[in-house]
């Protein structure tokens, strides 16, 4: 299980949020690599799928910072969807559209068509769950990624947006959760 420090889609595609994401960018990024090598380790992709899986990750919680909410996974869409318009891969926006949407569902999610909206899932809540939730990764793989790209206050940030978000919404806690 290699681990890839500079991505050059995931690099190409941050550079137009860098600024958007301002001091949690590091975070994010990070957040961001762990996750796509987490769906790299618990499948092996075909280039395609790699790229697909690179594009959803970028894009999958940009809108805590589009819109400065916790009920992200709307305003996280657009962008996604824009920047495969502008690359001629409008093929590939259901497919993504259901990768970052369906990121956050509680229950496995089953659909033959996209068995990617499930891989994109489990990555997410390993890195989310801080590598309680591994899906058979082990510890050690999960290290590494750690060590190669640290939490930079990530969970932390999270944890303080939560905070805020529940103290306006308290009959509403996790907008972005599915089941």
Known sequence: MEINTDIALLETIFADWKSVIGADYLAYRNHVYRMVHCCFALQ???????????????????????????DYIGPSLPPALRYLS?????????????????????????????????????????????GLVRFGLPKSYLSALNKAFPNEGFHKGLAKKAGKWFLRHPFNPAPMMKW
């Not at 959803?56 to 805590?64: M, Q, R, S, T």
Request: aromatic share 10%; with cysteine; proline share 1%.
């Open 44 to 70: 092996d992709c075909t280039t395609e799928e790699s790229d697909k899986i690179i594009i959803a990750a970028a894009f999958h919680d940009l809108g805590i910072w589009i819109d400065q909410t916790l």
């Open 86 to 130: 502008e690359n001629g891969l409008e093929t590939w926006s259901d497919e993504i559209s259901l990768m970052i949407s369906e990121h956050h569902k509680l229950s496995k999610y089953s659909n033959e068509k996209y068995p990617l909206v499930e891989l994109f899932r489990k990555a997410d809540l390993v890195d989310f769950s801080l």
